[in-house]
T-cell receptor
Framework: GDSVTQMEGPVTLSEEAFLTINCTYT??????LFWYVQYPGEGLQLLLK?????DKGSNKGFEATYRKETTSFHLEKGSVQVSDSAVYFC?????????????FGKGTHLIIQP | GAGVSQSPSNKVTEKGKDVELRCDPI?????LYWYRQSLGQGLEFLIY????????KSGLPSDRFSAERTGGSVSTLTIQRTQQEDSAVYLC??????????????FGQGTRLTVV
């Protein structure tokens, strides 16, 4: 079955540091890939997505590139801010339209210190 | 409101009691999902509704869990004879159609269930 593996947290960085959160996946079809973010006290929000190989999703300074050859979708940001502190979830949706919707990783808690 | 609404936001219940969790999806969204987020775990798929089709219940962990969706809109997740391992945040999401290239799921803020 489909699965998503992302790096364990918490990840603690100083403000303006470079961020990478690794994500790899296994899927039987040709999935769409997503990063969701959960800010403290809020619901999950879609951060960015990519729907086919080599696509790059970007939003709020974050980027992730769909790498089919390495089955990866690593999240990056060049200069993080305190306001980026949140839990980040990598997820996939099998393009076959599977009724189970999204398959999520376990989440990575990111802490940005001023 | 314009978003997915869940109630209650917090629920504390005694072991063995039944609980009902409610989800109001975004108006017009045909797909509705329930997920469970346990401490230290990712989001676990529970059940999926799409329009008037029979729901996909493949993620329900036991027969104590059930869900219904009335009129293709509001959904209720029921947990009977709650156990301590049921303690988690229960998230509801909706999307305009089945998830695919051009659709995304919108999540509610969840119901935090604590079984004591």
């Amino acid at each position: 079955g489909d699965s998503v593996t992302q790096m364990e947290g918490p990840v603690t960085l100083s403000e303006e540091a470079f961020l990478t959160i690794n994500c790899t996946y296994t899927a039987t079809g040709y999935p769409s890939l997503f990063w969701y973010v959960q800010y403290p006290g809020e619901g999950l929000q879609l951060l960015l997505k990519a729907t086919k190989a080599d696509d790059k999703g970007s939003n709020k300074g974050f980027e992730a590139t769909y790498r089919k050859e390495t089955t990866s979708f690593h999240l990056e940001k060049g200069s993080v801010q305190v306001s980026d502190s949140a839990v980040y979830f990598c997820a996939l949706s099998d393009r076959g339209g599977g009724a189970d919707g999204l398959t999520f990783g376990k989440g990575t808690h990111l802490i940005i210190q001023p | 409101g314009a978003g997915v609404s869940q109630s209650p936001s917090n629920k504390v219940t005694e072991k063995g009691k039944d609980v009902e969790l409610r989800c109001d999806p975004i108006s017009g969204h045909t797909a509705l999902y329930w997920y469970r987020q346990s401490l230290g775990q990712g989001l676990e798929f529970l059940i999926y509704f799409q329009g008037n089709s029979a729901p996909d219940k493949s993620g329900l962990p036991s027969d104590r869990f059930s869900a219904e969706r009335t009129g293709g809109s509001v959904s209720t997740l029921t947990i009977q004879r709650t156990q301590q391992e049921d303690s988690a945040v229960y998230l509801c999401a909706s999307s305009p159609a089945s998830l695919g290239i051009d659709t995304e799921a919108f999540f509610g803020q969840g119901t935090r269930l604590t079984v004591v």
